[in-house]
């Protein structure tokens, strides 16, 4: 019997086949695989210059096979314009947290997006800040726990957890800018969809495009993965609804 | 005839950094260094240039990290409180050694201060100004033309040891006009190749510009390596003027605009026949330690004059020999506090001895 076989899943050559030091249950691994397959999809590999920026995901450069360059904490997308202004044939991506986008480089991200900077940025959203220990996140929910916010997120102090894909859909530079989250296989899916016409906004040279990922911090939430995942869907997906919030390469 | 220019400073910064080849500036506004900009803005379009007025200091400091790390010859500018921000991309800049040049056209301070010419950001300037324990080449010049020159210097200097640079200017040498002979910017045969800067790794292997280093061991190394090209610099790149030091009885050091009322104090010491001598540091790092011990092996008296309460005056007294004494004279800088060449006549009456 012969029975033609049709390779249907494998390791992308974006990335490095190495372990990683994620937390269990941690999604950046997942992010990272579809951000690699992303690359793999339109060819880009060799031509992509990845910026990594400061938290869990810094290392970056241990994971993808790309030239990298890393940033100070939440600069990273003026360092991607500075990249991006010198090799404009060059696909170039940040890769940043919330800390790290939504806090600290608040003024980065929205002059680099209103610009409309031809790169594209990965967001993730886990509501905490991981690599330093589970602080409040611009992110963090009203009422969580954190170990800066022992007693609840107080919005009357605290401030309310900022939606940075609709904020940013706003901007006339943005070409593109979704919600999506990796907690589902269906929702993995969709993320990859997205992920994807992200860079071929960029490929295309449409502009600047965003991607806000919702992910789970097991370790920080004090929960094991499975609990985790639920409460991406069960609390953070209510108040960060997955959308495409702006997509100006569809007339 | 050479032809020759009437320019502000800050021009001739903007028009030796696009003849040493620079095509990516990122900057701010902020008085007295807007003229950089602005030249650049004007001229940029004509060569090919990428001119981008960043939304902070902090972003300029940062797009520059980022155009450098492509081996684009880039640079900044701005003035002391903006510097003040650009702490934090200098620094990652000196740990992942990535060369840029920073140009500081420096005000008085601190905090808001004014926009009156100072000398305040020495300290700053040559002890590294960011977190970690790294040195910038820092070079001071006292004219336009020395704008000019030392801005091409500086490129250089910055690419062959992939250290970032900075001109330490002030607003009197970047507000003031004299005569410039522009002159074709020659790149060293020597510069290294940019076998690190990222392109896409495009069938070789992956380069990444970076300075988190947590192995074992590993920071150490790197931070070794840093301070080896420091020495590097001090050993082969120190630069200074000196002038009637053979006769001297009293050696005055300044630099940057200083430098230039001093010149005229040590002209009119002279004309009443003391004999008094000029030792100017144009590199403020590396500091021109062996000229100063060399100098007061011979010549015990030494006035160091600053628009400050005294900064490089620690490294002069750091470099002369150990019997020699060292003078200081200086005025924290404002409006009103520069002095005027008998002012600094005065100085080297009090301290000259035959």
């Known amino acids: 019997m012969s029975t033609a076989m049709k390779q249907v899943f494998s390791h992308p050559t974006s990335l490095k086949d190495v372990q990683t030091h994620f937390c269990p249950g941690c999604q950046h691994g997942t992010i990272h695989r579809l951000v690699a397959d992303a690359m793999d999809a339109f060819g880009v590999q060799d031509r992509t210059i990845g910026v990594a920026s400061v938290g869990c995901s810094v290392f970056l450069y241990g994971y993808f096979d790309i030239d990298v360059v890393e940033a100070p904490h939440g600069r990273a997308p003026a360092v991607a314009t500075g990249v991006k202004r010198v090799h404009s044939d060059k696909i170039v991506f940040t890769y940043q947290g919330d800390g790290d986008l939504a806090a600290i480089g608040t003024s980065e991200i929205i002059h680099a997006a209103n610009r409309g900077e031809g790169m594209t940025v990965i967001f993730v959203n886990n509501t905490t800040y991981g690599m330093t220990g589970g602080q409040m996140a611009p992110t963090t929910l009203p009422t969580q726990k954190t170990s800066t916010s022992p007693y609840g997120r107080n919005v009357s102090t605290d401030g309310y957890p900022i939606r940075m894909a609709e904020l940013l859909s706003n901007l006339e530079g943005v070409a593109y800018s979704a919600r999506v989250a990796v907690n589902s296989p269906k929702n993995i899916l969709q993320a990859a969809r997205v992920v994807k016409k992200a860079f071929e906004v960029q490929v295309k040279g449409q502009g600047f495009s965003f991607v806000e990922v919702l992910s789970a911090c097991p370790t920080n939430w004090g929960m094991d993965p499975l609990k985790a995942n639920a409460r991406v869907e069960s609390e953070m997906i209510p108040y960060f609804p997955l959308a495409i919030f702006k997509d100006s390469t569809v007339a | ?354």
């Open chain 2, 1 to 354: 005839m050479q032809k020759r220019l009437l320019v502000k400073g800050n021009e001739a910064v903007a028009m030796g950094a696009i003849e040493a080849g620079c095509r990516y500036y990122f900057g701010y506004p902020i008085t007295p260094q807007s003229d950089i900009p602005e030249y650049i803005a004007r001229e940029f379009p004509n060569v090919g240039g990428v001119f981008i007025q960043a939304e902070s200091e902090i972003a300029s400091i940062n797009m520059l990290l980022g155009a450098s790390a492509c081996g684009a010859r880039a640079m900044t500018s701005s003035s002391s409180p903006g510097i003040s921000l650009k702490q934090e991309g200098i620094s990652y800049m000196a740990g992942s050694e990535l060369p840029g040049l920073i140009v500081n056209i420096s005000r008085s301070g601190p905090g808001l201060g004014g926009i009156d010419a100072s000398q305040s950001d020495y300290f700053q300037a040559v002890k590294g100004g960011g977190h970690g324990g790294y040195h910038t080449i820092v070079l001071a010049p006292n004219s336009v033309q020395e704008m000019y020159d030392l801005t091409m210097l500086a490129f250089d200097l910055s690419e062959r040891y992939r250290v970032p640079a900075m001109l330490l200017g002030d607003s009197v040498i970047g507000q003031m006009k004299e005569a410039l002979v522009p002159h074709p910017y020659v790149a060293p045969d020597d510069l290294p190749a940019k076998d690190w800067a990222v392109s896409g790794k495009d069938g070789r292997p992956q380069r990444v510009v970076k300075s988190l280093f947590l192995g074992d061991g590993e920071l150490e190394a790197h931070n070794w390596k840093l301070h080896r090209k420091y020495q590097q610099l001090k050993d082969k790149e120190v630069r200074f003027e000196t002038n009637g030091l053979d006769d001297a009885k009293l050696v005055v050091t300044a630099f940057g605009s200083t430098s230039r009322i001093v010149m005229t104090a040590i002209r009119m010491a002279r004309e009443e026949g003391l004999k008094v001598g000029l030792l100017r540091p144009i590199s403020l790092f590396p500091f021109p330690e062996k000229a100063f011990a060399e100098t007061t092996s011979r010549i015990k008296r030494v006035l160091c004059i600053e628009l400050n309460a005294g900064q490089m005056v620690e490294d002069v007294r750091l470099s002369v020999a150990r019997d020699a004494d060292v003078f200081f004279y200086g005025r924290p800088p404002g409006a009103g506090s520069l002095p005027t060449p008998e002012e600094l006549l005065a100085q080297i009456h009090m301290h000259y001895k035959d």
